[in-house]
């Protein structure tokens, strides 16, 4: 008997940069220079938030629906895809859960490989009684491309999304009257065989996923732009079975 392995195709974001050049500063050397860009979360690596289902819904865009933490020691993993660097900035769309008091207290903490975590000064000490989402900037202590969101107590909230500014340093090697730029944009869904909701691989991520689930299965895309040789682009996925590909 045929076994078929499963897979859900997240978002296939198409992120990509003229003459990307892998090193990373603020300060940009000779050749080089500096592009602010911005991005949203990902991927949820771990959700152990409540009942361990709303992790995904921290990712992508504000949409007023967040990953919800109602007990102690419920946490998410956040994987930003960019990495932050010290001093620049990231942001948290959140609120109080309606109806709880006193102040919910966030509390998260910064990694750049997702296994060690340090706390930020502010964790823990930023606090709302707003039940309505709103924005908090953070500058970040350690370069980060990780944040673990976490309750510490039992004051519930909820995180809506969370956003980052980041200056990294690229090629500049246009000919005369021409300047590179950095653009990014997302795939949209055209064609395909036996896709289960191809939709949702359209747009920014948002923790749901178009669904693979057999060799004959397959989806077709459309660039908002062509990525010529060398290029990056993602593809954002999560596998529904053990061994998927």
């Given amino acids: 008997m045929l076994k078929f ?23 940009c050397g000779p050749g080089k220079i500096s592009k602010e860009i911005q991005g ?35 946490y998410i993993i956040i994987d930003l895809l960019d990495t932050v660097r010290v001093g620049q900035i990231y942001s948290f769309i959140w609120r109080q859960y309606p109806g709880i008091i006193p102040a919910s207290q966030l509390w998260w903490s910064e990694s750049i490989d997702g296994i060690t975590f340090y706390n930020n000064s502010h964790s823990g000490i930023l606090s709302t009684t707003n039940q309505r989402y709103f924005q908090s900037d953070i500058v970040a202590e350690n370069d980060t491309r990780y944040i673990k969101v976490f309750i ?3 004051n519930d909230f909820q995180l809506d999304a969370v956003s980052y500014f980041a200056t990294k340093c690229f090629s500049e090697v ?14 949209t869904y055209i064609a395909g065989n036996s896709i289960n909701d191809p939709t949702y691989a359209n747009f920014a991520p948002d923790g749901r996923g178009a669904f693979i689930n057999s060799p004959t299965d397959f989806a077709r895309f459309r660039l908002p732009y062509a990525i010529p040789a060398g290029q990056s682009y993602y593809i954002i ?9």
Avoid: H, K, M
């Fill in 152 to 154: 510490n107590g039992t």
């Fill in 237 to 245: 996925w999560r596998a529904a079975q053990s061994g998927a590909q």
């Fill in 5 to 27: 392995r499963r897979a859900i195709l997240g978002l296939p974001v198409v992120f990509f940069v003229f003459f990307f050049e892998s090193s990373v500063s603020a300060q």
């Fill in 174 to 187: 246009c000919g005369s009257e021409y300047n590179s730029q950095l653009i990014s944009g997302n795939a």
């Fill in 40 to 74: 949203f979360a990902s991927i949820v690596t771990v959700d152990n938030s409540y009942n361990g289902v709303t992790g995904p819904y921290a990712l992508g865009i504000p949409d007023g629906t967040g990953a919800y933490f109602s007990n102690n020691g419920q």
